[in-house]
């Protein structure tokens, strides 16, 4: 057998999974693509099943399983906080400011990695804080590209409006001054993954006595440049 690690069952399942890659099979084409045994690819295949590795569809051909989604999803969010961290850092000490990653979860963002400032006035926004998707400058990203059922629902309460969304699709960033807190403004751009589609935000956030009331003429410069550099390295990391 190519490519043999010397564990003959795991070679075995591999070549199943890579025959479902193809699309679904039917055991009599398993059998055909794998060159296994038909009790041995049948077997294989029910046991991937049991782990969900392996589904069947309508009509009861083997299929790719929804445990690989999960697990492919997880890699994803693992390999975003390994690239993100230190651009995140990288962005703090060039900006001065408190520096953010948040992804969207349902009605909700989550800040899934920060860089905080050292000493002095901050806005702080720990890791895990789930925040609303009505206000700030990364909920703005998090639904500008949405497709448009699902942003137009997305304007329901939000302190933006869908003219603020088109014009941050526009520019390729987004700001708030006071938007979700008071006192507080912010910068944010797009991180995107497979396909180009927005997976994260990448933040700035901090007084408006330090950013303005037009933080993007000070910061959206290095935000979209802060998001670019994590969207290619994901990129380069698929």
């Not at 790719?64 to 906080?81: I, Y």
């Not at 890791?127 to 703005?140: C, K, Y």
């Not at 869908?162 to 910068?187: C, F, I, K, P």
Request: hydrophobic share 45%; glycine share 10%.
């Amino acid at each position: 057998m190519d490519n043999s690690s010397g564990v003959g069952v795991l070679d075995k399942a591999v070549l199943v999974l890579n025959a479902l890659e193809a699309g679904p099979a039917s055991l009599a084409q398993l059998v055909q693509a794998t060159g296994l045994a038909r009790p041995t690819a049948h077997r294989l295949a029910v046991a991937l099943e049991h782990h969900r590795i392996v589904s069947r569809d309508t009509q009861g051909r083997f299929v790719l399983g929804p445990r690989l989604s999960e697990l492919s999803t997880a890699a994803g969010e693992d390999r975003l906080l390994a690239v993100a961290g230190p651009v995140l850092t990288q962005l703090r000490d060039l900006t001065g400011e408190s520096a953010q990653l948040y992804r969207r979860q349902g009605d909700e963002r989550v800040c899934v990695a920060a860089a905080e400032r050292a000493s002095g006035l901050r806005d702080t926004v720990p890791v895990g804080s789930a925040l609303p998707m009505i206000a700030g400058s990364a909920a703005q990203i998090l639904l500008a590209w949405e497709e448009p059922d699902r942003l137009h629902r997305g304007l329901r309460g939000a302190k933006f409006t869908a003219a603020t969304l088109a014009s941050v699709r526009r520019r390729g960033w987004a700001h708030s001054v006071g938007e979700r807190e008071q006192g507080v403004a912010s910068v944010s751009a797009p991180v995107r993954g497979a396909g180009g589609k927005v997976v994260a935000a990448v933040s700035v956030s901090g007084p408006i006595e330090r950013l303005t009331r037009t933080p993007g003429r000070m910061h959206a410069a290095p935000v979209v440049s802060a998001a670019e550099r994590i969207t290619e390295s994901m990129r380069r990391a698929n």
